[in-house]
DNA sequence: CATAGCTATAAGCTGTCTTTATGAGTCATG
DNA sequence: CATGACTCATAAAGACAGCTTATAGCTATG
């Protein structure tokens, strides 16, 4: 098809003329002078090879051939406008959100409704995958990562660190008489001793724990399942402060000591630079990122509070 | 309505990648290179805001946004395309040629069955004013005048010499005993004494016709109306030969003298330069010239036999 | 008549788009 | 595995389309 059309942009102000049978009305139209419409027009005309408006003295009028062309073409812009305006609305409608599973069941959820009140417009949906997603391969429009917070093309806002401190259930702190000193951790099942996490936190500690295996790396992902089976009373888990709040709170998790490791690494909002100023994109950072202001604000309330506790009780 | 639409040269390459799902071989469809996709590609999911393909390592996909746009744009292109062709096409169907009155009735009228003939598709629409027309103001593709020859912005062929000689009924010319210098002519009525032509011609004859009064020009469009009444034995009228072939041949005029006046002008066929490839106007111009060329060598035969006629008769 | 309103044209500049050249990633293959 | 073939991305530089400014010409209108 379409072998060599005609220059686009002629054909573009060819549609605007056509409508006002003015060159000039056309050049205000599209924001340009009239020169450059008559221009257009006589470049169009020669690459038609015939002409598209007879002009007489106040007006012009459209010839034989410029009426056969000019429905057409107005059709032909009016599908392409409105095919771009239903993308868009379309793709804002629908916000596509990439995550870590722990952050997605242990923080975002518990939260999401209430971006969803503020925005009924904008259906969110939950992608939550392990992989470290690539805006340029996944349609994903915004991600919760966690890392080092440095990748290239993107825009990132920290959402809190990736600390870690040991935790478990209550019964399995009471089945050995209480957790009072880090290296009575030790004589309780370590949920995945290998993570590098709980070499670093025994460092911290002062404890030699030289018998555990170590990672590299730590399964931060996968928190979920060691919490789970830290709930269930099967060992002790090192965990993120921020994504067991409720655990905590509620009693189900305890967080023995207040050493907290840290390597640096964080959880972080990630959107392509690109894209910062996307509606959809926009309105979830701001929200995203109050609601952090807000937990963290709760949470060093809580933890003043359990200390005047424990320092009273 | 199209508020700032996104650059069509982008959706342009846009609707050809979708097609392809290739940078490289939409490039190769649109004549240019990779890079150049791939920089509008660029361009047009930074204005749009969401990415339109997902980049695999060796295929490309739409996006969500990417497929809703795609088939619109693909039709919208479509459109356009075909209605340039329809409009061309449907303007290549009509030729629309305007004329001077005599040269239309005395010469194109007797050989325009031949074109038609040779050119089924193309319908020949005559339009017959006597006013110069100008491409710009009037719905016409070609056109014959008589002139200098030179129009701004034009192309001319020179189809034959707007000369003139006097002619009259051989009744009339048998009333005064045969017209045998041209001062006897001076002893009949002549039409459109004030034409410039019969100072011309007296002049070059060698006859004082002081009476006749003269206008600057001729009024070679309406010989046909002189004519007429020439033939009807009214009068003598001065015409060009070549426009009454015909009626010499037949002996409803006769021309006495074999003298010929010339004031440089001539019949030319005109249309604007910039059309000059346009298929229906050449073929209409080659078809014109070689008839034009056919008829010279027929008249040229014709008085040569005309003149043996006399010498031996 | 003179003015206002329209298009045409010429010349020059600007910015878009293109090319060239290169890189980097992935899949197939011997 | 290592290599080659194929993909898209990127950077820098160049070309040229298309815009603007300025001016002229035309004609209906008051």
Known sequence: MSFQLPPLTATRVFEAVARHLSFTKAARELGMTQAAVSYQIKLLEERVGA?????????IELTEVGQRLAPAITDAFAIIGEAY????SG??????VSTILTFASNWLARRLGAFQMAYPSLAVRLDTSSRLIDFAREDVD??????????????????????????LSPALAASIGGVHKPADLLRLPIMDPGDIWWKEWFKLAGVDAGELASRTASSMGAQMYEASAAIAGHGVAILTRELFQAELADGRLIQPFDLVG???HSYWLVYPTSRRNVPKIKAFREWLLAEVETSRKENTEARRAAEVARASG
Chains 1, 2 share one sequence.
């Open 51 to 59: 002409q598209l408006f007879l002009r007489h003295p106040r007006h």
């Open 85 to 88: 305006s239903a993308a868009r």
């Open 91 to 96: 793709a804002e409608g629908v916000l596509c």
């Open 142 to 167: 915004i991600a919760i990562r966690s890392g080092g917070g440095k990748w290239p093309g993107t825009e990132t806002h920290k959402l809190f660190s990736a600390d870690f401190t040991p935790m």
């Open 262 to 264: 840290d390597d640096g």
